[in-house]
């Protein structure tokens, strides 16, 4: 435990130093943006400075490495001293080290899945490439793969996708539904909202892998409390955990997403004036009407970025279908397209498959978000 604490403070330690020079790099490069020698002696000392990092790489490529931090440093001088010329000095150090660390950590892993899914890494290949470090490239012949064969054993990716899109939307009509009448509820409440609040939040708030494994608890064919329940009604055991796997997985994401739902409608439903619905009452609007012609237009900015959220969410949800039916292995009858590709990754070792799968999972994603918003206006205001 305790060399485990010495690493995380030694990475803590090369973190902040890393910070620290970026602050110094950028106060040199407001403060002396305009002094005659800021260009020279900035250009000079940037390969010095990359060799003294790299000191350990092989003579070509630290060369390549200092020839690399000269060009860049150069076009960096350059905009700062005609662009940027010690304006916004502040912000600019202050969201510089947030917006790099998470360039690193999105830009990085992007990029290297593009480059696999366009080469072919996988179990026979990957020891050639830890010795070489070359991967034989194949073009778009993973991208052909993905809609001409199975990402696993039988299934295959259309069966995949299909049922894929048939979870999402039975999950995010439940979520959407369920979550909307509980607001409903909540939002007339007079007494005790918090303290029903509170409860409701539950199965959202705690760990997910917690409420996941406990509620897998509840479908076991002998000990669960489900078949317990059924069997009290003379109906036999179920095997919830194998030859009704998605539904199960289904009733569990339902009951998890819910509490989400619910709490973002009902921000949305306190947030409408009460003059709204006085003077509809006054103008003799039934409780339907009112919901149909205040509540919902006005719950519209709200609902469109939530449902968006919610579909990525429940497309991308790997923890209950994962946690669920097995871990690793598991029957293929309940995967979608995320758990199959963690099994095409890491259990079969299609490494350049999968990451060609994940991009095309992306694509869907992507396109699916841009047409929902806007064809549910989500991004416009209500009152503009």
Known sequence: MLTSLLQVLEFVAWLAAAV?????YLHIHFTYFDRPWFVPATVVAAPVLAALAGHSLAAGSLSSLASAAAAVQLVSALVFRHVVRGKHS??????APGFIGLGLLIAYPLAFEVYLAFHDLKLTTIMAWSRTGHIPFVGFKHFVNVFTSSPLSSVTFWQLFGRTIWWTFINVFCHVTGGFILALLLNSCRRFRGLYRTFLVIPWAMPQVVAILALRGEFQSQYGFINIMLGRFGVAPVQWLTQHALLTCTLINVWLGIPFMMVIILGGLQSISKHYY???????ASAWQQLRHITLPLLRPVLGPAVTLGTVWTFNNIN????????????EDADILVSALYKAAFTFYRYSYSAALALVIFGILFAFALLWLQFSKGSESVYG
């Open 20 to 24: 620290a020079v970026l602050e110094i």
């Open 90 to 95: 502040l912000p600019i150090m202050l969201l």
């Open 320 to 331: 209950v279908i994962y946690l669920v039916t097995g871990q690793a292995g598991g029957t």
């Open 278 to 284: 006085d003077a509809a009452a006054i103008d003799g």
